[in-house]
């Protein structure tokens, strides 16, 4: 029985080629899309998970009264791990880190000269109990005691190796900064799903004292606090009693309202309030938006597999007709119609497996991730590719299958079944009017995705982007006369370089994802008014050359240390003030020091669009200068850069050059949007193809339908565009229907997206005008190819074949 079943699913299959491929295309794109993503969202789910304790570790994190509501930081004060054990003996163990990004690590050598590595992942100083608490294999050493004396270093297999040409690194000597560690053990290296990708940890004992002099006024965010329950229920229980341990060392005034709250690791990645130090976060709407996308994509394919093998069904009566005058039953047609999908969803899903490894060499590189694909030990993936195999099948044979064996066989063997007779019509014309919602609202997705990166492109930030080369600067903030003018030093040769335009020293650009930010008292008011603003430390050349618009008072002179400050139109406005100018002169607290407002700049971004602009407050000081900013001219721009590289190195011999445009380093805010955007007019045009495929097999179906009918109307003197017009009517009627449906949901969904922007764009009519249009223009299209063939066929062919 199952031979001769499956002989006549072969015979049947190679008989129908044209539908059997346009069926194997669709199901193999919509399964490829939808594994590409399972294997997406699998990999941003796991984050952290592979940690034993995972159910019972905890991230301390911050949060207070900004200016703009509640403000959220996942730093906490460097002195708050011991005061946290002091206080919390049911934490089994506490453990800090103090993060540094994109750091330089030289390996003395005999010959005198170091060897240099730039380090993107950067350096992480951490306390031994960093590994009581997360799960990281030691391959070589003892991680107990690696990191619990000045000057030690723990690094990764792949470091050691790169370093060292060898695994076993213990004992060796590198160099960060101006101090030398030694090695007293390699880890495995971190995994691409972890927040916490560490592969070269100091000790923190070496710089403990200079953290902790600042007490509990200094929170950055790169310094975070980890903890160990001895029970996972002990949490409420710790979080009943912050309001005690926040008044104990913070005070009872506590102005910004500042307290402590712990989050579970096990949901760091999902919670963008906070930063990771992966610097990566996915709200878990997210999450459910990739869900949403393959699980429509896997209905679309279903839909073309339903409506042509319903539509094709009439092709097959006389057939029915023949097998149950033999005897077949019902159950026994619907096994044969059933096993002819299962072949098709399995050859399909073999042929996606394969266009999936394909892509992934791809996407992996795009997306910047490790996905894989591992049959021999992955239950997950081959549940996958069971559970998808079997749905898809059900899905998209079960119906036509009980079409098919459902056609009596007299009406059958007389070929009587035709389109509309027949009871898949009515479902054929519904799943064409689901199947352009979906791809409807994955147009609109698309139109609004890609103007709002567009908008957040070209908006205009309030300082001047082109032209502007950033320049890292060693050593900064490190006390002594000797580095505190080398900065100042270099900044002077490079002005002097022909091509440079403008240089100029600070903290960081006007628009980073590095942030500093403290309290202002304001002139008259006391402490429990005080009020958050962002500092950015800037020497006297800085407004001209980043064209920040002075609009009352004077700028900064070039001087070293604090002698005044110019502040932002934001920072006027929370100080109670209507007019800039009022503000001049009046002198406000920060950091200890009381000096007045020397003038008032125009509202500028500081960090991305996501966020409103926030008070800042612009100050002298050589210690807080990090970067190195000059404009230079662009018709000869390499030169220069040259000449500047030469200064740099001989002011710096011991580090790495680098340097990055402003405007690249700005786009970098929205990477995850762009990449987001990019995926999903990738997943849209692939939705739309989908349609496409089973729109052409529909109207191909039609047109044989209606050859004679097209014939008869041509004799009689119908044109060809009225012949068009029979073809067509039926989907634009359909696609209207789909629009209807479609917009009110991807308005309300892409309205909901743009929450997360300060700056936004706004929906307008426009983006369902265009999305309608492309819609009904690829529709038109795809029918229209061939409803011409057979509208300009001679009707004698016609009518003949007849």
């Known amino acids: 029985m199952f031979r001769n079943y499956l002989i006549t699913a072969l015979r049947t299959l190679t008989r129908q080629r044209s539908t059997t491929l346009l069926n194997i295309a669709g199901l193999t794109l919509g399964i490829t899309c939808s594994l590409i993503l399972f294997l997406l969202v699998r990999h941003i789910s796991s984050f952290d998970k592979f940690h034993s304790k995972i159910d019972r570790i905890y991230r301390v994190v911050t949060e207070s009264e900004g200016s703009n509501g509640r403000f959220y930081t996942s730093g906490i004060p460097s002195v708050l791990p011991d005061a946290f054990r002091n206080d919390f003996p049911e934490a089994e163990q506490v453990t800090f880190v103090s993060y ?184 878990k709407e997210m999450l459910l938006a990739l869900s949403i996308v393959a699980l429509f994509l896997l209905v679309t394919a279903c839909i073309n597999f339903i409506n042509l093998s319903t539509a094709e069904a009439i092709k097959r009566s006389k057939e029915v007709g023949i097998r149950k005058s033999l005897g077949s039953t019902r159950g026994q047609l619907v096994t044969q119609f059933l096993g002819e999908t299962t072949l098709i969803t399995a050859f399909s899903m073999i042929v996606s497996l394969s266009l999936a490894q394909l892509a992934l060499s791809f996407i992996n590189v795009f997306l910047e991730t490790n996905l894989t694909m591992d049959f021999s ?27 098919v064996s459902g056609f009596r066989p007299a009406v059958a063997l007389k070929n009587l079944v035709n389109s509309r007779s027949s009871s898949g019509y009515n479902l054929r014309r519904g799943l064409v009017v689901l199947q352009f919602v979906i791809s409807q609202f994955f147009i609109f997705g698309t139109i609004v995705l890609i103007s709002q990166m567009k908008y957040l492109q070209t908006k205009e930030l309030g300082f001047r982007q082109d032209a502007i080369i950033i320049l890292p600067v060693p050593e900064s903030g490190a006390k002594g006369s000797s580095i505190n003018t080398k900065s100042k030093t270099l900044r002077n040769e490079i002005s002097r370089i022909n091509g440079v335009q403008g240089v100029s020293l600070s903290s960081t650009p006007p628009s980073s994802g590095s942030v500093s930010g403290t309290g ?69 607290t920060v950091w200890g020091r009381t000096l007045p407002v020397l003038g008032v700049v125009k509202n500028f971004h500081t960090v991305s669009l996501e966020t409103e602009i926030q008070p800042t407050l612009l100050m002298n000081r050589v210690n807080g200068y990090e970067t190195l900013s000059l404009v230079v001219n662009p018709s000869d721009y390499q030169a220069t850069i040259e000449k500047v590289k030469s200064k740099w190195e001989e002011m710096y011999p011991d580090h790495i050059f680098s340097y990055e445009f402003l405007d690249e380093h700005i786009r970098e805010f929205y990477e995850g949007e762009q990449r987001m955007s990019v ?12 349609g496409c495929l089973g729109l052409f097999g529909l109207a191909t179906f039609m047109v044989n339908q209606k050859t004679k009918e097209v014939g008869v109307r041509k004799v009689l003197g ?33 309205n909901r997206w743009l929450e997360q922007f300060a700056y936004k764009i706004t929906i307008g009519p426009s983006t369902f005008v265009i999305g309608f249009a492309v819609t009904l223009a690829i529709a038109i299209f795809t029918v229209g190819y061939r409803s011409m063939k057979a509208a300009i066929a001679n009707p004698v062919k016609s009518l003949k074949c007849e």
């Open 718 to 750: 119908a044109s060809v565009e009225s012949i068009l017009v029979l073809f067509s009517k039926e989907y634009v009627k359909l696609i209207t229907i789909a629009f209807v449906i479609a917009s009110p949901f991807g308005w309300y969904l892409m």
């Open 100 to 283: 540094r990004s994109g750091v330089m690590i030289s390996i003395p050598q005999r010959s005198g000269e170091s060897r240099k590595f730039n380090e993107d992942r950067g350096v992480t100083f951490a306390e031994p109990t960093f590994f009581d608490v997360f799960d990281r294999k030691i391959l070589v050493g003892n991680a107990s005691k690696g990191l619990d004396e000045p000057n030690e270093a723990i690094i990764s297999k792949s470091l050691a190796q790169k370093y060292f040409g060898r695994e076993d690194a213990v004992g060796e000597i590198l160099k960060y900064d101006t101090l030398e560690y030694k090695v007293t053990a390699v880890m495995e290296d971190a995994p691409s799903n972890t927040d916490l990708p560490f592969n070269l940890m100091l000790s923190y004992v070496t710089i403990k004292a200079n953290q902790e002099k600042n007490g509990w006024n200094s929170i950055w965010s790169d310094e975070q606090c980890y903890i160990l329950l001895q029970d996972k229920e002990q949490a409420s229980s710790i979080m009943s009693r912050m309001p005690a341990f926040v008044e104990k060392y913070l005070g009872k005034e506590n102005y910004s309202k500042q307290t402590f709250n712990l989050q579970p690791v096990s949901q760091m990645h999902f919670d963008d309030r906070y930063s990771t130090l992966s610097y990566n976060t996915v709200p």
């Open 679 to 690: 995926l999903f007019t990738v997943f849209t045009s692939i939705a739309i193809f989908i």
């Open 377 to 403: 030990s992955d239950v997950s993936l081959w549940a996958f590719i069971i559970v998808v195999t079997v749905v898809v099948s059900l899905l998209s044979g079960l119906y036509p299958s009980f079409v």
């Open 520 to 588: 202002f008292i304001f002139e008259g008011e006391d402490a429990s008014a005080r009020k958050n603003t962002q500092v950015k430390q800037v020497d006297g050349s800085y407004i001209d050359l980043y064209n920040l618009q002075l609009i009352a008072g004077t700028g900064l002179e070039d001087r070293d240390t604090i002698s005044g400050f110019v502040v932002n139109e934001q920072l006027v406005k929370v100080s109670g003030l209507e007019n800039p100018a009022d503000i001049v002169g009046k002198k406000i």
